[in-house]
């Protein structure tokens, strides 16, 4: 059974950093396109960061990129995106979603088969 689950969302100020965890059970990892997605409250869930299982290749949200870095650890069998100088507008839930079809990711939701529960991502003073 696939199961995703996040972790590392939370409180913190702007221009600080999270790391979200996503861990993966159930399957192993990089044969699957990992996205991140969030989405924040009365908008729609939007792409933030993917990674490719084909090369590892990732994408970015022009929103996003500079600031946030998606990762792979194969051993653990987790994902990461690393959160630096994040905004107000950063907040939201994100989420971490599974792709085992396509060599090349996207931020299209449709493409994902199984997302995680979501982690809380706040940014306020």
């Known amino acids: 059974q696939v199961q995703l689950v996040e972790s590392g969302g939370g409180l913190v100020q702007p221009g600080g950093s999270l790391r979200l965890s996503c861990a993966a059970s159930?399957?192993?990892?990089?044969?699957?396109?990992i996205g991140w997605f969030r989405q924040a409250p009365g908008k729609e869930r939007e792409g933030v960061s993917c990674?490719?299982?084909?090369?590892?290749?990732?994408v970015y949200a022009d929103t996003v990129k500079g600031r946030f870095t998606i990762s792979r650890d194969n051993a653990k069998n987790t994902v990461y995106l690393q959160m630096n100088s994040l905004k107000p507008e950063d907040t939201a839930v994100y989420y971490c979603?599974?792709?085992?079809?396509?060599?090349?990711?996207?931020?299209?939701?449709?493409?994902?088969?199984?997302w995680g529960q979501g982690t809380q991502v706040t940014v306020s003073s």
């Open positions: 979603a599974a792709d085992s079809l396509r060599d090349f990711c996207s931020f299209y939701v449709y493409e994902y088969d199984d």
């Open positions: 990674i490719s299982s084909y090369d590892g290749s990732t």
């Open positions: 159930g399957f192993t990892l990089d044969s699957y396109g």
